[in-house]
C-alpha cells in the first residue's frame, strides 16, 4: 500500500532523528487505521506498511534495548 491509501494520518519522526536527513522511519497516527503505519521519511509518497500494535510494540522495545 502507499502512504496516500492510508487517508488522513498524521506522520510523526522520532524524537532521536536529527534533521540532517539520515535513515528515519515515521509512524502513522489516526485516520482510523486498525494498527501502526511507518513509511521512510525519505519517500513520504512510497509504500507503507500496517503493523500490528503488538508487532511495533516489541520492535520499538527490541530497538530501545539496541546500542547505537
Known sequence: MTADDLGVVTWVKSSYSGSNGGN???VGRGGGIRGVPVRDSKDPQGPA???SRVAW???VAFAAGCEA
Open 24 to 26: 528515519c522511519v515515521e
Open 49 to 51: 506498511i500496517v503493523c
Open 57 to 59: 510494540a516489541s520492535f
